[in-house]
Structure formats: structure tokens, C-alpha cells
Nanobody, 120 residues
């Protein structure tokens, strides 16, 4: 009942930048935490960054100082600005959100994923 649609992935050279967006839609009452995860081939999915409705953020050590997560609560959208990209950042990036539906039932949803490829 909540759909997350990601955009902004692509191919970039090492040292370059990309900005991912994820818009949530559906029967949403409120969204608490939103986050970005990634999964590289042959590896487990890992959390990259998360942000609460109040704006508190946390990051994986591997992306601190390079990635910035932000959100627009009015648009139910979360962003991930990725700078100084490295080949090891190559992965499928997934958006995640959790909150309450209009029925006040908790939800947790994933986006379909967007590919980020960083060439050396």
C-alpha cells in the first residue's frame, strides 16, 4: 500500500557524483525513518544511511564524509547525495521507509532498486 520509486542511478567515473531520489506514495499517515541500503554482487545488503522524521542522520563508516542523506517531509521524498564516488560504491541501491498507514497500521516498504556503477 506504500510504493517507493527510486531514481538517479547510473554510470559515473571514480571521483564523480550522483544524487539518488526516492519518493513514497500511497495511503501514508506518517513516515518515521527513511534510509538507503545497497547490495553489491555476492555481498549482503548493507545500510548506507538513514534519517529520521526529525532530521537525525547516521551513516555507514565507509561513506561518512562523502554521502549526505536528506529528506523533504512534505513530499515524502528522501535523497542521497553521493560525492567522491569509488569503484567499491558500485551496487544496487535500495530505498527503505517505515511509518504508519492512514489506518494507523505500521508499514515497512522497499523500493525496486537503482543501479550505481562507478568506473575506475
Amino acid at each position: 500500500q506504500v510504493q517507493l520509486v527510486e531514481s538517479g542511478g547510473g554510470l559515473v567515473q571514480a571521483g564523480g557524483s550522483l544524487r539518488l531520489s526516492c519518493a513514497a506514495s500511497g495511503s501514508i499517515f506518517s513516515i518515521n525513518a527513511m534510509g538507503w541500503y545497497r547490495q553489491a554482487p555476492g555481498k549482503q545488503r548493507e545500510r548506507v544511511a538513514a534519517i529520521t522524521s526529525g532530521g537525525s542522520t547516521n551513516y555507514a563508516d565507509s561513506v561518512k564524509g562523502r554521502f549526505t542523506i536528506s529528506r523533504d517531509n512534505a513530499k515524502n521524498t528522501v535523497y542521497l547525495q553521493m560525492n567522491s564516488l569509488k569503484p567499491e560504491d558500485t551496487a544496487v541501491y535500495y530505498c527503505n521507509a517505515g511509518g504508519l498507514l492512514q489506518s494507523l497500521t505500521p508499514f515497512g516498504s522497499w523500493g525496486q532498486g537503482t543501479q550505481v556503477t562507478v568506473s575506475s
